[in-house]
C-alpha cells in the first residue's frame, strides 16, 4: 500500500457517499476519510484508534447465494475479510487474498463494476488480551464466485479452522429473515437482491 493507493481510495470513498442509498453508510464513509486525514498508513494494526480492513461480499453467479464464515474470534456469522498487509496490491486485493484464504474460492466472475466499494461500514472491536477496543474501517467489496452454489454448496468452499468454526453458503432468501444476521449484513443483502437476475451476476470475463 502506499500513497497513490490512499489518493486513489478518497475518491473512492466520495465517490461511493454521493451514491450510496443509505444515509448510515454516508455517515461511514465520511468517517473513513477522517482516519485517513488523521493517519499516514491507516491500514495498519498499529493505529490504536482503529484502522482500515477489507472484506469480501461473495455471492454464487445466480446472485441468489451468500458465503459466509463463522468466525472464531467474535463468534458471529460474518462476510470473509480481515487485516491489510502492506504487500497488497490494493485495497480489494486484500479483501480477495482474505477470501481465498477463508474460504478457498479462487475462481470469479467480473461484473463491469468490480473495482467499486460495494459497502463501507465502521463497527467496534471489543478488547482483547493482546489489544485494546477499537474501531475496523471496513472497506467492502463484491465478488461473483464462479459457481452455483445450490447445486455445489457441499464442495465449494474450504474451512479454514484457524479463523473460522464453519464455511458455507447461505439462500439470501433465508438470510433476509434470520436475526443472526445484522443491519450491516442486511444492507449488503437487500443490495444484492437489488442486483439479482442482472448481467452483473451472468456475464463478464473469468479470472
Known sequence: M????????RADLKRYAAQ???AITRQHADATLGLLDRHAKPWQ?????GHLTAS???VDCTGRYAAMIHHRKLNRWLQPGGHIDDSDASWRAAAERELREETGLARFVSPADDAALFDVD???IPARADEPAHWHYDLRYLFVADIEAGANSGQSLALN??????????????MVSDTAFGAETQRMIELTLRRAGS????????R
Open 2 to 9: 502506499n500513497a497513490g493507493q490512499l489518493q486513489a481510495l
Open 20 to 22: 450510496t442509498p443509505y
Open 45 to 49: 494494526r498499529g493505529v490504536l484508534e
Open 56 to 58: 469480501a461480499w461473495v
Open 122 to 124: 465502521v463497527h467496534a
Open 161 to 174: 479452522a484457524e479463523e473460522s468454526h464453519a464455511c458455507r453458503w447461505f439462500a439470501l432468501s433465508e
Open 199 to 206: 448481467a452483473a451476476f451472468v456475464s463478464g470475463a473469468h
